[in-house]
Each structure stands twice: as structure tokens, then as C-alpha cells.
């Protein structure tokens, strides 16, 4: 059975930093590239960090240089390390992982809230 669970979220102060991770199960998941998602209440999801089976890393432009995406095959598990968080990070947090091959296989987790508040 496949699974995705997210943990680490909660309530912080802006200028606070969280740690996410996402454990893995039922897959291969170093064959998988993995992604983590946002969505704020009353905006689409959108993509806020990638890391491919390689690990190789990309970013949205409004956390370059404060998120910090990796991977642990041998824990099959992916992070997020949140530094200088601000009110427009609050949001539901969602771990994705996606493999080309012969058409997409694609898994997601439940997600996590991440809440910023002074």
C-alpha cells in the first residue's frame, strides 16, 4: 500500500523555521522525483520545491534562499527546512512524488498546516 505522510507542521512566529518530512512507503522511492506543494485558503496549490531522483533541486522564487528541499533514500523520506518563515508561508503543506515511466505514476500525502502568526 502506498503511502505519503507528512508531519512537522504547526504554529510559529514570522522569522521562525519548521522542519517537514514526508515518509514513504509501498514504492520505490528512489526512483521518484518529489515535490512539495502549497495551498493557502482560497488560492490554487501551488509547486514550492523540487528534488529529482538525481538530486537535483528547484524552487519557487518566494522561498529561494530561505527553503531548503532533500531527500534520504535510505530513510525514503523527504524534508523541507523552512528558515525565516512569513505570513504568506502559512498554508496546507503537500508532499508529492512523481515517476516517468511509460506515463506518470503519482502518489500525494494528506497534507500539513503550517500556520504563521505573530
Known amino acids: 500500500q502506498v503511502q505519503l505522510v507528512e508531519s512537522g507542521g504547526g504554529l510559529v512566529q514570522p522569522g521562525e523555521s519548521l522542519r517537514l518530512s514526508c515518509a514513504a512507503s509501498g514504492f520505490t522511492f528512489s526512483y521518484y522525483d518529489l515535490r512539495w506543494y502549497r495551498q493557502a485558503p482560497g488560492k490554487e496549490r501551488e509547486l514550492v520545491a523540487s528534488?529529482?531522483?538525481?538530486?537535483?533541486?528547484n524552487y519557487a522564487d518566494s522561498v529561494k534562499g530561505r527553503f531548503t528541499i532533500s531527500r534520504d533514500n535510505a530513510k525514503n523520506t523527504v524534508y523541507l527546512q523552512m528558515n525565516s518563515l512569513n505570513l504568506e508561508d502559512t498554508a496546507v503543506y503537500y508532499c508529492?512524488?512523481?515517476?516517468?515511466?511509460?506515463?506518470?505514476?503519482?502518489?500525494w500525502g494528506q497534507g500539513t498546516q503550517v500556520i504563521v502568526s505573530s
Open positions: 508529492n512524488a512523481r515517476w516517468w515511466n511509460w506515463g506518470l505514476t503519482e502518489y
Open positions: 528534488i529529482s531522483s538525481s538530486s537535483g533541486t
